[in-house]
């Protein structure tokens, strides 16, 4: 469970710089595949048309690029890494933006192959501002995604960092893929968590998963910080006891974890908890990403 920290360097960002493809290169290819569809007929327009997908630029993919658009870009311009890496510099980017008018927003969740993807708020003294508030302000009756009062902004300075999301089985928006991950095995072993902050990008790997029937989940209830180094370690063995699957797992007395709670207002429904242990640390320098898109 020891944790890797990656410190992003110039010459890796330079060198990707160097690499990429211009706007105006895209806009070459696709006045060529124009030329191509009135000359060629057939399957040879349908082969053309497709082999002209092409990401903005080397290592950034345009929002509205979904399944084989992705991967026929990667596979002609950049590894699922280096997009991958735009992606989350962009988020990173946004998320300081929005920092400037609200100072409650603590990050940024994504958990990957799943609907969450969402801004995560944090009240400074109750689990109850943000059940109906967006990030802005603004009402909405599936409130935000946010973290527990009690944690501290650096997630490094938490042994546990919880994050709460209501289940909105209508939409299928906030936390209502961790039922997915509670009723499928093959999806618990494999999923992971990346929450963005100003310090990085922490990459955590599930451990336990199980629906909880507390009645008040919000009510600081789940531990996230501990008096001594035993008392966290046995904390996680008793949530990695609890879990619907086995998974091996082990922990370090210096270790983070991150707990997800979902919550429903519905009483047929029941609360999931998913927890995680942080498998990686990448730092990526704020002034490099200001820089880069002018957040």
């Known amino acids: 469970m020891a944790q890797r920290v990656l410190m992003r360097r110039d010459e890796y960002y330079e060198k990707k710089q160097s690499g990429k493809v211009?706007?105006?290169?895209?806009?070459?290819?696709?006045?060529?595949?124009?030329?191509?569809?009135?000359?060629l007929i057939g399957t040879i327009i349908g082969g053309a048309m497709k082999k002209n997908v092409l990401p903005a630029a080397v290592g950034e993919a345009s929002d509205d690029m979904t399944g084989d658009t992705v991967s026929d870009a990667m596979a002609e311009t950049d590894t699922a890494e280096d997009?991958?890496?735009?992606?989350?510099?962009?988020?990173?980017?946004?998320?300081?933006?929005?920092?400037?008018?609200?100072?409650?927003?603590?990050?940024?969740?994504?958990?990957?192959?799943?609907?969450?993807?969402?801004?995560?708020?944090?009240?400074?003294?109750s689990n109850n501002e943000y059940l109906y508030k967006e990030y802005?302000?603004?009402?909405?009756r599936y409130?935000?995604?946010?973290?527990?009062?009690?944690?501290?902004?650096?997630?490094?300075?938490?042994?546990?960092?919880?994050?709460?999301?209501?289940?909105?089985?209508?939409?299928?928006?906030m936390f209502t893929p961790l039922k997915d991950i509670a009723e499928n095995e093959d999806t618990f072993q494999n999923q992971t968590v990346d929450i963005i902050t100003a310090d990085g990008i922490f990459t955590y790997e599930i451990f336990s998963v199980y629906y909880s029937g507390a009645v008040n989940i919000l009510a600081d209830k789940i531990e996230t910080d501990f008096f001594n180094d035993q008392e966290f370690l046995d904390f996680c063995e008793s949530c990695k006891n609890k879990s619907l699957y086995e998974k091996n797992a082990e922990f370090a007395a210096d270790g983070r974890i991150l707990t997800l709670v979902s919550y429903t207002y519905a009483r047929d429904e029941k609360n999931v908890?998913?927890?995680?242990?942080?498998?990686?640390?990448?730092?990526?320098?704020?002034?490099?990403?200001?820089?880069?898109?002018?957040?």
């Open 22 to 39: 211009t706007r105006s290169t895209v806009s070459a290819i696709v006045a060529a595949s124009v030329t191509a569809v009135i000359i």
């Open 83 to 125: 997009i991958t890496d735009g992606v989350y510099r962009r988020k990173l980017a946004s998320l300081l933006k929005i920092q400037r008018d609200h100072p409650d927003a603590f990050g940024w969740i994504s958990v990957p192959g799943t609907v969450i993807d969402n801004i995560v708020m944090q009240s400074k003294d």
């Open 136 to 140: 802005n302000g603004n009402y909405t």
């Open 143 to 173: 409130g935000s995604v946010f973290a527990d009062w009690r944690n501290k902004r650096n997630i490094l300075e938490n042994r546990n960092t919880v994050l709460y999301g209501q289940i909105a089985e209508k939409t299928g928006m």
């Open 273 to 295: 908890i998913v927890h995680a242990f942080l498998k990686e640390v990448e730092v990526v320098p704020v002034d490099m990403i200001t820089q880069d898109t002018g957040a």
